[in-house]
């Protein structure tokens, strides 16, 4: 059933953005508008490919935008022929937004970030937890501010990380637990209900935007350091080394008795081998 109490815009771009649309949807919740990035060359084609939150706006009739640069009065005109919404969802975005944009909602702007803040603000939190060995993460539901993951906390749920999980399982994790507490919450934010609690900047950790060169691994260096890396980039960028200036990607490994154990990889140009194999071969 259509919820009809919100007027909401929707700002997001990867398959995290278009997967918490999914859950919004299937509880009623139908962004008025969706903000999403532009069309980008991908795969060795470099094909001009939309952002899955594009794909999701059309297949579901719903009015989007690509902006190459968020222009708060274009956006503003667009906003005062439609009635000012209640409220903006922002998942995965991409761009900043301007403090102008932020405060145009009745009931401000809010954010579903993977981590638990103010530990790692920034574009990588579900790697980084991995990266650095962390035991639990979790969902943070945040009004936002103009400063980078920075807004008071409107609601928080942690959970584990298990030894072996890998980035692209966790996220999978944290995608339906974020959508499932937004939906938890929206009742409170239409009623005004909700409680803030400011985060501690004392506290505050950061985390950068992955590069491919990021998934080079040294063989040599720590066990688990590997090991969690491997976890970490395992979708992308990939943990890699070179062998006679060929990039060898690992498509499979494993932690036993503390020592990082690789058991497939892919040499440049060539199939999936065992890395056994690789050793004793010539590549």
Same mark, same amino acid.
């Given at each position: ?26 509880? /009623? ?59 903006? %969802? ?31 603000? /920034? ?14 993460? /979790? ?109 060898? %990607? ?11 154990? %690789? ?5 440049? /140009?060539?199939?999936? %081998? ?10």
């Amino acid at each position: 059933m259509l919820n009809k109490n919100l007027k909401f815009v929707f700002f997001g771009t990867p398959d995290v953005s278009s997967e918490t649309l999914d859950i919004l949807k299937k509880n /009623g919740y139908i962004p008025s508008l969706i903000i999403t990035s532009t069309d980008k060359p991908q795969g060795r084609k470099m094909l001009l490919t939309p952002p899955p939150v594009k794909t999701w706006a059309i297949e579901n009739n719903i009015q989007y935008l690509q902006p190459e640069k968020i222009d708060t009065e274009k956006i503003w005109d667009i906003f005062k022929t439609q009635n000012i919404p209640d409220l903006f %969802i922002v998942v995965a975005y991409g761009k900043i937004l301007p403090e102008k944009l932020l405060n145009l909602p009745k009931l401000g702007s809010i954010n579903i970030h993977y981590s638990l803040l103010p530990k790692y603000r /920034g574009a990588s939190p579900v790697e980084s937890a991995i990266l650095n060995g962390d035991t639990e993460t /979790g969902i943070t539901i945040q009004k936002m501010e103009f400063k980078m993951d920075s807004g008071p906390i409107i609601a928080k749920e942690t959970i584990e990380i298990l030894p072996d999980e890998k980035a692209i399982d966790l996220r999978k994790k944290l995608i339906k637990i974020g959508g499932e507490l937004l939906i938890k919450i929206l009742p409170d934010i239409i009623e005004n209900k909700i409680q803030l609690n400011s985060q501690d900047e004392a506290q505050a950790t950061y985390c950068k935007k992955i590069k491919k060169e990021d998934g080079l691994i040294d063989l040599n260096d720590d066990s688990i350091k590997n090991y969690n890396k491997f976890r970490a980039y395992s979708s992308w960028p990939r943990t890699f080394f070179f062998k006679n200036n060929k990039r060898i %990607i690992i498509t499979d490994a494993l932690l036993e008795n503390e020592e990082f154990k %690789i058991l497939k990889i892919l040499p440049e /140009g060539k199939k999936e %081998i065992d890395y056994k194999n690789f050793i004793s071969s010539n590549l």
